[in-house]
T-cell receptor
Framework: RKEVEQDPGPFNVPEGATVAFNCTYS??????FFWYRQDCRKEPKLLMSVYSSGNEDGRFTAQLNRASQYISLLIRDSKLSDSATYLC???????????FGTGTSLTVIP | NAGVTQTPKFQVLKTGQSMTLQCAQD?????MSWYRQDPGMGLRLIHYSVGAGITDQGEVPNGYNVSRSTTEDFPLRLLSAAPSQTSVYFCASSFVTTGRSGYGYTFGSGTRLTVV
């Protein structure tokens, strides 16, 4: 079983829409969680960390559900510039390996 | 600060050739790693290092060697290139993350390698 699984999409949404991605992880002892954004032919860049209590950064909300072992990313009021691939990252309690999901592709349509 | 610098950005190799992908960081990060990214496969860890003189294998280490003689540098060597190694390679670094959240990776801009 993969350490981290994501729905690859693609998600095609109109501007202004709200869209949510989920990512499930298999190791219940996982310690740290992140969402990364990757633009076409570019390197991944940290979007936000995911804290146990949930956290917001502007239009972006990240949540962690330890009981069901998934993290989520909610994007409100989607902009054209949000079009990218979103990668979830899970770090187990050993802390020596980052496990990436395969990414979810989002296209925001005018 | 330059962050993570990868060279070259593009490379074409013939089957059987060897080469070294360079990675350097100037953030005093203990942890450095190499990933390859293939369509539909996501990012897969090749090798990683938690400090100078310490390296370990990731998910897909075969055909690759690494060394970490300094904190700053973490080169990846392809011993005998094969078409299956055609991929985009990313180097990344961070502070050691055990028990901490919020310390994400910084990635280099990638090396696009084609083996013919």
């Amino acid at each position: 079983r993969k350490e981290v699984e994501q729905d690859p999409g693609p998600f095609n949404v109109p501007e202004g829409a709200t869209v949510a991605f989920n990512c499930t992880y298999s190791n219940s002892a996982s310690q740290s969680f992140f969402w990364y954004r990757q633009d076409c032919r570019k390197e991944p860049k940290l979007l936000m960390s995911v804290y146990s209590s949930g956290n917001e950064d502007g239009r972006f909300t990240a949540q962690l559900n330890r009981a069901s072992q998934y993290i989520s990313l909610l994007i409100r009021d989607s902009k054209l510039s949000d079009s990218a691939t979103y990668l979830c990252v899970v770090i187990p309690n050993t802390g020596n390996q980052f496990y990436f999901g395969t990414g979810t592709s989002l296209t925001v349509i005018p | 600060n330059a962050g993570v610098t990868q060279t070259p950005k593009f490379q074409v190799l013939k089957t059987g050739q060897s080469m070294t992908l360079q990675c350097a960081q100037d953030m005093n990060h203990e942890y450095m790693s190499w990933y390859r990214q293939d369509p539909g496969m996501g990012l897969r860890l090749i090798h990683y290092s938690v400090g100078a003189g310490i390296t370990d294998q990731g998910e897909v280490p075969n055909g690759y060697n690494v060394s970490r003689s300094t904190t700053e540098d973490f080169p990846l060597r392809l011993l005998s290139a094969a078409p299956s190694q055609t991929s985009v390679y990313f180097c990344a670094s961070s502070f050691v993350t055990t028990g901490r959240s919020g310390y994400g990776y910084t990635f280099g801009s990638g090396t696009r390698l084609t083996v013919v």
